[in-house]
């Protein structure tokens, strides 16, 4: 028995997250599906972390077992086809047998989109935010730097969720500005639930001035959900990178 180390593509839309669900359409679902028909035996497969439905991701992180063998520098091109077309594995790679991809990942990173535009945009509204507001990204840039650290991010998560450890480190949070798109990029050690899409609406609020770039400690401190901007859709979101 073998372990490897699958990077995958997906557009999230059509499925209701990457987790197996009963009867429903998810990403995991549809790749065991597939690995279990090409080697003609049942694949578990184990991801990095769970996305929400609607969510996508450009380099989602999993690892199988096998007592197959195969040319993993081919994988790609015989498995897409077994694959719906919005999910793609993207490499593949042996890894030693106590790779875990959850467990390992030292470093995740997500991008949230934001299209700039007066005027609604049916070709990107399942991939990106509409905002069609006027953006001061200044202060956006400033209230950035107030994430980064170590924090009790309680506040950035669902206010009806109880979970017992809410305490994550931001590595970096940074603003690109391409034309009429904001690509919102961030990294951490790990997410909370909603946690990027709450960060995102409240960098909007910021934005827009309704949120004071300076009082990012306070909603931070304060532990409750309440002042913060709101969650922003899951079509903007994207697994961006999984780092070992």
Do not use: W
Request: hydrophobic content about 35%; aromatic content about 10%.
């Amino acid at each position: 028995m073998a372990r490897y180390k699958l990077t995958v593509c997906y557009d999230g839309e059509a499925y209701y997250g990457f987790q197996r669900q009963k009867g429903l359409s998810t990403v995991q679902s549809k790749l065991e599906e597939a690995l279990s028909m090409r080697f003609q035996q049942e694949i578990t497969i184990h991801a990095s972390g769970r996305t929400d439905a609607g969510v996508h991701a450009i380099a989602q992180v999993i690892h199988f077992d096998t007592d197959k063998t195969f040319d993993t520098s081919s994988f790609g091109y015989s498995m897409n086809p077994l694959l719906p077309k919005d999910i793609a594995i993207t490499s593949c790679e042996k890894v030693d047998d106590n790779f875990h991809a959850r467990f390992d990942a030292k470093k995740k990173t997500y991008m949230y989109k934001i299209c700039l535009c007066k005027i609604h945009s049916p070709l990107k509204r399942k991939y990106c935010h509409i905002c069609f507001y006027d953006l001061d990204i200044d202060k956006m840039k400033r209230a950035c730097k107030y994430f980064i650290g170590e924090h009790d991010f309680r506040a950035f998560m669902l206010a009806d969720e109880e979970k017992q450890n809410t305490v994550r480190e931001i590595y970096s949070l940074e603003i690109e500005q391409d034309n009429d798109e904001l690509k919102i990029i961030i990294s951490g050690n790990g997410f909370l639930h909603n946690m990027v899409r709450i960060i995102a609406g409240t960098l909007i609020d910021v934005g827009r001035g309704r949120i004071d770039a300076d009082s990012i400690p306070q909603l931070i401190n304060s532990k409750k959900h309440v002042g913060t901007g709101k969650t922003l859709e899951p079509c903007g979101l994207y697994l961006y990178k999984v780092e070992y």
